[in-house]
């Protein structure tokens, strides 16, 4: 987000204005410009301290803690020190505490005849409440937003309402990431596996739904049964027998007890659980997308969704299968998935099969099907 001229970045208490803030202004030091940052509500040290809790460095910042400083004082002194110290970037956090004085007007003398000549690009923060009298002047605005669902669950959006000479009306989700900061979900590109061919996994699936395409997602409707985690287990087993690098992220099984249950079979599989942080309602987004990077799987299989549906609810549930399904097919990444009810997955899936125990056996039969190479009906998914 490399943003020019005069920015609005407006929400609730607790949306992440200053977070954002701090975004901008730590890349625009990374590439060794100058930055100006006035806060009107937080001192110099707890704004480094909490900065760098967020993994962002602004130390080399000018900042100048205007909290007790008369709201007729700071615009003169604002342009004396822009004018003084000529930075890329002037961030005034949070614009909405300077009570009792027109803001609109003398920031529009400010902005339009003593800064706007400078070249000197500059972030307003404000209340919600605070918004409306200086997004006409706003080359951008943008629009932080917390909601809440009805089980407790946060998520975290951005809505670029105005963009100066580019589309604006787009909306993208965020995450405020500790030791990472503020994290764009679209903007997590994984890298793309080595280019192959279609992954066989040696089991019944192979003629019921075809081998495994780059990218594509598998979805099997499964009991919570010794017999299928042994056929998972035997999955993974059979596909780094031919030579990929199998990535298992659990949510309810252990994922040492799965990777020992493999090595038996005589695979190799990455084991790691992937944590469901209804705080964080993005993480798993995030959580996965550190694991491929860290991994660099050539197939990902995760066993049961069901706790995500059970912490998150159904839409939550479904939009972060979404979210994940797209980010593993950019990368060319095959993903297995596990759950024990449909729940409308299959929609997301280029394929589904249900397992089911029938005399004392395990079997499988095709709930979707994209492969022309499928060529059954029902199998046995365990060895006779």
Not at 117 to 138: K, N, Q
Not at 222 to 239: D, G, H, V
Not at 247 to 260: E, M, N, S, W
Request: net charge neutral.
């Amino acid at each position: 987000m490399d943003l020019k001229g005069i920015t609005l970045v407006y929400g609730r208490p607790g949306t992440g204005k200053t977070t954002f803030a701090a975004h901008i202004a730590a890349e625009r030091l990374r590439r060794g410009e100058r930055v100006l940052w006035v806060s009107f509500y937080e001192d110099k040290d707890t704004l480094v301290k909490n900065a760098a809790a967020l993994g962002y460095d602004l130390s080399k910042a000018h900042i100048w803690d205007a909290v007790l400083v008369k709201a007729e004082d700071v615009f003169n002194y604002v342009v004396a020190l822009a004018t003084e110290e000529g930075p890329s970037l002037l961030v005034m956090d949070s614009i909405s505490q300077l009570q009792g004085l027109d803001v609109r007007g003398h920031l529009t003398n400010v902005m339009y005849r003593a800064l706007r000549p400078t070249g000197v690009d500059i972030l307003l923060t404000a209340e919600e409440e605070g918004a409306d009298p200086l997004s006409y002047i706003a080359d951008n605005i943008i629009h932080l937003v917390r909601k809440v669902s009805e089980r407790g669950i946060p998520t975290r959006y951005m809505d670029f309402e105005k963009m100066r000479g580019r589309p604006a009306g787009f909306i993208k989700a965020f995450e405020i990431v500790e030791g990472v900061g503020l994290v764009l979900l679209d903007e997590l590109k994984p890298a793309r596996r080595r280019a192959g061919q279609p992954l066989a996994t040696d089991t019944c699936i192979d003629t019921l739904l075809g081998p495994l395409e780059p990218g594509s997602v598998t979805v099997f409707v499964a009991p919570a049964t010794t017999s299928y985690l042994k056929f998972l287990a035997r999955t993974a087993a059979n596909i780094s027998k031919r030579g990929a690098t199998v990535l298992f992220a659990a949510r309810g099984v252990d994922p040492l007890r799965f990777h020992a249950y493999v090595e038996r079979l005589g695979g190799k599989v990455v084991a790691k659980r992937v944590e469901v942080r209804p705080d964080k309602y993005w993480w798993l987004t995030y959580g996965l997308y550190r694991a491929i990077e860290e991994v660099r799987p050539d197939v990902l299989i995760t066993d049961w969704l069901d706790v995500e549906f059970s912490l998150l609810g159904r839409d939550l549930a479904l939009e972060t299968f979404r979210r994940n399904s797209a980010l593993l097919r950019d990368a060319g990444i095959p993903l297995i998935v596990s759950v024990s009810e449909e729940r409308g997955l299959s929609a997301y899936a280029d394929n589904a099969a249900v397992f089911y125990e029938e005399g004392g056996a395990l079997y499988a039969r095709p709930l979707k099907v994209s492969s022309f190479e499928a060529s059954a009906d029902r199998c046995r998914a365990e060895p006779p």
